[in-house]
């Protein structure tokens, strides 16, 4: 080393004057260039990256903010005893033969009243003026009536729900040269609309129906609601959380701290590895064949989503447990053998604890990522029109058919309508505020966890 | 080093606590450790030298069997603590290893607290009847280590937030509470200053009172201050055995002689 170093010096002492330091030589200029060159293209990246973002938040924030807002007509509406209660004797049965068709006219009757109170000036007759409202006003008006049926010869006041047109107009989605060929809206329709909003009987209100409705048919866009399958993908969350955890982290710890080091283990250790890759729908037809097929769990049921995402979710989990369990130092379970614990107390008492923010962080991006999953549901009939109510006991909530949020959100987007459209970003909005409170969980609980050693 | 005082040190024990024969170590195809036999004194400070990589480590751990962690890891022959075969099959390791205690090279408190430290073993084994008892165990146990006025404040605290030399002599604090009788310690003092060492050293000379203590150390100087009986590891042998005093100033092995002198290692 010495002597070589010595060599080299004398060698080239004569052309040794290295220069000022003030004046930068040719090399150290090259390799400054490079790494300006490389922190710029760093810098470019994060931009774009950045840039997308903000495109993404933009759009869905602009796009789907409509769906919390609804438009609301507000009516007084006489519920007379000889339509609804014919023969008077106040018997339920028979008020419930009265079918929505019943109640249409009153509606109709109710709007034309309004009008002619306001002094609006208008030669509709009162069933197009009726069709302001909601398909879904009439079912409204007919539960509300069934619900408590000494209503009936009183005058009450609704909420309802303006047709989806009506509601785009309000939001300019519809306008009157687009509805040139709607055969559902006539110009009329708006001029009475526009006479309504400046009496402040129609107006755009906070929507929390939906937040807690269910879907609705392709008629009503206005009345659909994500809620019910907010509460599907609750309950597939609730089984993941339950079978995955456990099972994950207890494999996890087996083949970690446990298993012999072999070549059965060596083939487990990159199955895992290969299931974590496997397309998110071949678990979905596997769940399909095992759960639904041959175990013969319902149809479209949470239960079974929440197995087929549990067989998704376990690699994932797998892999952060052994990942954490392999970042606690040898030296703690050195020291806990060293005091005469068991394995097994070496692992619970002090590996475990530690690794706990890791494990944490993976059963929560694990989750994240079975929240968002669509194409397994396809396969189990959770994808689809499905408008049941929410679900009253935890057994119904796991076995009737539901959908899930992400599923929700591509039936609302491949329907025709432009109102579903709108609700399609709106639900995402939802599922965003999902995993964005999910993450923050995990970073909080990480944060509590984590101890240093 | 006042290596002169190694001289007037008296061996006063007789009894025998460890005694291995032919034991054999071999990590996959490698022959760690080839035939060696010793006999370990009660109420003696045994050290074993040697230069890195010679077994002595290895050996360390056989004795309350950490090797069973690694799978590779094969013992043969024949370890008897008080006449008791370790290596039998009906031997429970964790039996074995609240007996034989194990202080190791780099401080490894858990991160929990001081008094969690010590009370582990304690609580895993079930030594102590009561809170207060336990109480008692983890002062008398901080005491022993020289420790107890550093930490008597804060027994609260985060094991992990004291000095290198505090950190192990909470370790050799959690080695004694669960009562062993003999205590491993594996170069307890590599990553120690000098005045953090001189303390572990004076701790260590304490515990011979009650313990085996079994040291293996890089330092001869160490090994020469603390212990009565040394043992000299080299490629897997063991070389020499004898008193300290034998083994520093007369050692009957040239191999040893080179090794103390400097001239291999």
Redesign the interface.
């Known amino acids: 080393m010495t002597d070589a170093t010595q060599t080299n010096a004398s060698d080239a002492a004569p052309k040794m004057t290295k220069g000022s330091l003030l004046v930068q030589d040719v090399r150290t200029r090259r390799r400054n260039a490079a790494e300006a060159r490389f922190k710029a293209y760093g810098m470019i990246a994060i931009s774009i990256g950045l840039l997308m973002l903000v495109i993404l938040v933009y759009n869905i924030v602009s796009r789907g903010t409509g769906a919390f807002q609804q438009t609301f007509v507000t009516l007084s509406v006489e519920l007379p005893a000889d339509k609804l209660d014919k023969k008077g004797n106040g018997d339920i049965e028979e008020i419930k033969k009265v079918s929505t068709f019943g109640y249409s006219p009153l509606l109709s009757a109710a709007m034309a009243q309004t009008v002619r109170d306001l002094g609006i000036k208008t030669d509709m007759k009162p069933k197009d003026m009726g069709e302001i409202l909601s398909k879904g006003a009439a079912s409204q008006l007919r539960d509300y009536v069934l619900a408590d049926i000494s209503v009936i010869g009183r005058t009450a006041t609704f909420e309802l729900l303006a047709s989806s047109r009506v509601d785009g107009y309000l939001k300019d989605r519809v306008t009157r040269d687009s509805i040139a060929n709607d055969k559902n809206i006539s110009v009329e329709q708006l001029d009475l609309v526009d006479a309504l909003v400046a009496a402040g009987v129609v107006e755009k209100r906070f929507n929390i129906g939906f937040i807690t409705g269910s879907d609705a048919s392709d008629q009503r866009p206005e009345a659909a609601g994500i809620g019910v399958s907010m509460i599907g993908s609750l309950f597939m969350m609730i089984v993941v959380l339950v079978l995955a955890l456990p099972i994950g982290v207890a494999a996890s710890i087996y083949l970690e701290e446990f298993a012999p080091k072999n070549w059965i283990t060596d083939i487990i250790e990159v199955n895992i590895s290969n299931l974590a890759a496997v397309p998110s729908i071949v678990f979905g037809i596997l769940g399909l064949a095992v759960f639904i097929n041959y175990m013969h769990l319902p149809n479209s049921a949470p239960l079974v989503g929440g197995l087929v995402l549990t067989l998704m979710t376990l690699p994932t989990i797998i892999i952060s447990t052994r990942a954490s369990l392999k970042a606690v130092p040898p030296s703690i379970r050195d020291a806990a053998l060293g005091v005469g614990a068991s394995k097994m107390q070496s692992v619970f008492h002090h590996v475990l604890p530690l690794a706990a923010p890791g494990i944490l962080t993976g059963t929560i991006i694990g989750l994240a990522q079975a929240l968002g999953e669509t194409a397994p549901l396809l396969l189990i009939g959770m994808v689809g029109f499905i408008a049941s109510n929410a679900p009253d006991s935890i057994a119904s909530g796991l076995l009737s058919p539901n959908s899930a949020m992400p599923a929700q959100i591509y039936e609302w987007a491949k329907r025709s309508d432009p109102a579903f459209y709108e609700r399609a970003w709106g639900g995402i909005i939802i599922l965003l505020v999902f995993l964005v409170t999910m993450n923050t969980i995990a970073v909080i609980l990480r944060r509590r966890f984590e101890r240093r050693w | 080093m006042n290596d002169m005082r190694i001289l007037e040190r008296d061996v006063n024990t007789t009894a025998i606590k460890i005694s291995a024969k032919d034991v054999q170590v071999y990590y996959g195809d490698n022959h760690a450790i080839k035939d060696v036999s010793v006999e370990i004194e009660d109420k003696t400070v045994t050290a074993f030298i040697g230069p890195s990589g010679c077994g002595k480590s290895t050996f360390l751990r056989c004795l ?1 069997r ?1 090797n069973d ?1 690694i ?1 590779i890891c094969r013992v043969t022959g024949d370890i008897r603590i008080d006449g008791e075969d370790i290596y039998d099959k009906k031997v429970d390791p ?2 074995l ?3 034989v ?4 090279q ?1 401080p ?4 929990k607290s001081i008094y969690d430290n010590v009370a ?2 304690p609580r ?2 079930g030594l102590a009847r009561s809170k207060s008892d336990l109480d008692e165990i983890v002062e008398n146990a901080l005491r022993r280590a020289a420790i107890w006025n550093e930490v008597k404040d804060r027994l609260t605290a985060a094991g ?1 937030s004291l000095s290198g030399g505090q950190q192990q002599r909470l ?1 050799i604090a ?2 004694v ?2 009562e062993p009788e003999v205590l491993l310690m594996d170069e307890p003092c590599s990553a120690l200053d000098p005045i953090a060492t001189a303390q572990v050293e004076e701790l260590i000379d304490e515990l011979r009172q009650n313990y085996s203590v079994v040291i293996v150390t890089h330092s001869m100087q160490q090994a020469a201050r603390v212990s009565q009986k040394t043992a000299f590891f080299h490629l897997g042998n063991l070389v020499e055995y004898g008193e300290t005093g034998h083994i520093f100033t007369n050692p009957d092995d040239p191999r040893t002689e080179s090794y103390i002198t400097g001239r291999i290692g």
């Open positions: 309350n950490m962690t799978d964790v039996q290893r609240a007996k205690g194990m202080v190791f780099k490894n408190p858990f991160p582990y073993g895993i084994h992990t370790c959690r080695a509470a669960t």
